[in-house]
């Protein structure tokens, strides 16, 4: 046992356990940089380059970034096994619960070919591979046939491809690329950290991914993107925000989307996808729904400043209107969180793994005093 002293938090707020060079959260300044460039310097850069950036730390090369586009392309097939599997899935599973049990049966390469070693090369099959089981978990759901990808396609091309079946138009490649390089990283989030703490314990990568979807899974953390839209088709117009909010804080209900740990003022990338959502609600329900969104945000600004409280619309507060003009139904919003997320959960194991100790906090016991077999009897 550790002789330090014992410090207590149940929820680790303010508490820093432990070091990164990955993203940089300046929760009072809302600013949020990966490997010391703001992402809106970054936000419309290439998906795969920004992913490299990230998992690497350094931007890649001309040679690393044809051999990237062609290593996720590549690896973004299922194989016959993997499609079998996938088929013995319950068709009406959470995409989160799938993605949860299914990284850690994923067929991985055994021998590094990107020069980065094999944790790298594990960990960006699995993303690979991610792409593909969402889309082909849809499919399945909706009786069509598996997809395949298209070498020489854009990432996003390839997957929206793969969902729909029909090719996207080159705007909604952008869109999608931009919401996904908003969500790639965020330091010591939920998710992140769990999945450290299962590398601290010596877990290969595909373990640390899966303990990582399992914790965004949930409504405080990534959930809440899904949980977020919802709340605005549940309200259905921007006339009823009000009564919606004031109902919710009477009865100590969160809403969803709103509130962050750690910034003090609006997120960063809630700033960015306000406006792409408005380029993107075109037709008179995404408008309807984005016109909610906003009622809901200025209702709460409105309540929340009442009462000398400041809440702000979170990363998952507008990225729900943004999927939803792409197509994609509610319960995938968090899988695409997930399949952008995992190249920082892949920076984080990397960066982890040379420097490792196991973490493992104290408790304070306040159960039964422990009573010695003589004096129990
Ligand atoms: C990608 C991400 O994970 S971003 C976050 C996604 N999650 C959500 O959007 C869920 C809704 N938001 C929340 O539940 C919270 O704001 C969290 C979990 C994100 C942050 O929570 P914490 O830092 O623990 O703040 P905490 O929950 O203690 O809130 C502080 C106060 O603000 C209130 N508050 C914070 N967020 C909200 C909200 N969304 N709705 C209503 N009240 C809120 C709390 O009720 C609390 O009030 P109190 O002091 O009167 O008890
Ligand atoms: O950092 C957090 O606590 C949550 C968050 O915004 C993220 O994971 O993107």
Redesign the pocket.
């Known amino acids: 046992m550790s002789n330090t002293e014992s410090v207590y938090s149940s ?1 680790l ?1 303010g508490v820093v356990v432990g070091e990164t060079a990955i993203s940089d959260v300046q929760g009072e300044a809302g600013v949020l940089s990966y490997r010391g460039i703001d992402i809106n310097d970054l936000v419309d850069a290439s998906f795969l380059h920004v992913a490299w950036l990230v998992v690497f730390g350094e931007w890649p090369t001309g040679r690393e970034q044809s051999a990237i586009k062609s290593f996720m392309c590549r690896h973004a097939t299922l194989t016959d096994r993997e499609q079998d599997l996938l088929k013995q899935v319950n068709r009406e599973l959470h995409p989160m619960l799938m993605l949860q049990g299914m990284v850690p049966l994923l067929e991985l390469p055994t021998e590094a070919t990107l020069g980065r070693g094999l944790d790298a090369e594990q960990g960006l099959c699995i993303a690979a591979k991610i792409s593909s089981l969402i889309a082909a978990h849809y499919r399945l759901g909706q009786n069509k046939s598996i997809l395949e990808p298209t070498p020489g396609k854009l990432r996003h091309e390839n997957f929206l491809t793969m969902f729909h079946g029909r090719a996207p138009s080159r705007e909604q490649v952008r869109m999608l690329d931009a919401a996904q390089i908003l969500q790639m990283e965020h330091s010591f ?1 939920a998710g992140t950290f769990a999945g450290r703490v299962c590398a601290s314990t010596l877990a290969p990568i595909q373990s640390s991914i899966s303990a990582s979807i399992g914790t965004l899974f949930g ?4 959930g ?1 993107d899904q949980a977020a839209l919802e709340m605005a088709m549940a309200i259905g117009s921007p006339d009823k925000a009000d009564a919606y909010v004031k109902d ?2 009477a009865n100590k209900v ?8 750690e910034y003090r003022t609006v997120d960063p990338r809630a700033k960015i996808l306000k406006p792409m959502a408005v380029e993107l609600c075109q037709d008179e329900e995404s408008k309807n729904l984005l016109a909610t969104l906003v009622a809901v945000e200025e209702a709460c600004q409105r309540e929340f400043g009442a009462k000398g ?1 400041e ?1 702000w619309a ?3 507060f507008y990225k729900g209107a943004v999927f939803h003009s792409l197509g994609i139904p509610t319960h995938y919003f968090t899988a695409m969180f997930a399949q952008a997320r995992v190249y920082g959960y892949i920076a984080h194991f990397l960066e982890f793994r040379p420097q490792n100790k196991l973490i493992r906090p104290r408790a304070l016991y306040n159960g039964t005093p422990p009573q010695s077999d003589k004096s129990a009897a």
């Open positions: 929820d707020a989030n409504q405080l953390h990534g809440a919710c804080l969160k809403i969803m989307g709103m509130g962050h740990r409280k809440i979170n990363v998952e």
